[in-house]
């Protein structure tokens, strides 16, 4: 399938994976990026030695194609991030979390593809004034920290806004999700969820059965009450967050404290006490773990089969 995500970035399908914090490391980024698409390292707010080295090993992993590294912007390691992509020579940028506005000229001049992603239309708009390649357009069915508004009503709406080819994400995990991604003007897509069950992706064996085994309502979100909702796999943690945000008995400022570290204990440790197992509210379609070339050719052959209908 080619479109203008393929041309951009010198891919082979127009999909780029989500930058999840604590997860997308080397080695799900090479595995990505060697099946045809584009694989991303998170910076989260990892030290930047260890990331230099997981650009490296990436480097060495997939022979010359491309990949990228998300920079995510509350992180206290944005600063040295951003320098760190242009020293490294990482051909594309991806961002969350923030507006990235101040380092776009600096990427630009170090030739790095800069793909910000984005809310709503009005950010969308100033990242195409401010240089940006693309954007990622990501609705609320995503993981993590997410906007309000959905991936079926934002993409078009951003798509009509700007010039700039447009990538949606947010509950996309088959050919379905492509193809329909493609109808609402989309010219690519980001996926995070689905590579969550991937054999290469290196979390907590009891994270990766959380995501086969949820269904559709095992999705909740969490962390409105601070500002910033992440969306989860309901567990009994989860639940209870939650229910302390709604009631009171949990204020903002305990949140912060209970919730720090606490992807870090889901990811490594598949700690279901204090853990906040991330992951897309189409976590329910996932049923199986597979590589990540069989996850891409998979959908894509269903995407292409249904636009060509
Ligand atoms: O960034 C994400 N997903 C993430 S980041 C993350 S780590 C984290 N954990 C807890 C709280 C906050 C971060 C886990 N998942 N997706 C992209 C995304 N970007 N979603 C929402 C935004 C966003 C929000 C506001 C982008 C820009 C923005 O701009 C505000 C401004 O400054 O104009």
Known sequence: ??????????????????????????????????AGGLGLIAGGSAPIDYLRE???????????????????????????LAKLVIEEKVPVVTTGAGNPGKFIESWKEARIKVIPVVPSV?????????????????????????????TMCLVPQVVDGV????IAAGGIADGRGIAASIMLGAEGVQVGTRFLAAEECQIHPTYKELIVKAKDTDSI???????????????????????????????????????????????????????????????GMITEVKTCKEIIEEMFSQAESLLNE
């Open 122 to 150: 009005a950010l969308a708009k100033r990242m195409e004034r401010m240089g940006a390649d693309a954007v990622v357009a990501e609705g609320t069915e995503s993981g993590g920290h997410i906007g309000e508004n959905t």
């Open 163 to 166: 010039d700039i080819p447009v």
């Open 221 to 283: 979100v969490t962390g409105r009450t601070t500002g910033h909702p992440c969306r989860n796999v309901k567990t009994k943690f989860s639940k209870q967050l939650a229910s302390g945000e709604k009631n009171g008995s949990i204020t903002p400022e305990e949140f912060e404290e209970i919730t720090l570290g606490s992807l870090r204990k889901a990811v490594q440790d598949g700690n279901l006490d204090e853990g906040s197992f991330l992951c897309g509210a189409i976590a």
């Open 1 to 34: 399938m080619n479109t203008k995500i393929t041309e951009l970035l010198g891919i082979k399908y127009p999909i780029i994976q989500g930058g999840m914090a604590w997860i997308a490391e080397s080695t799900l980024a090479s595995a990505v990026s060697n």
């Open 54 to 80: 997981q650009i490296r090993k990436t480097k060495e992993n997939v022979n010359g194609k491309p990949f990228g590294v998300n920079v995510m912007l509350m992180s206290p390691n944005a600063e040295d």
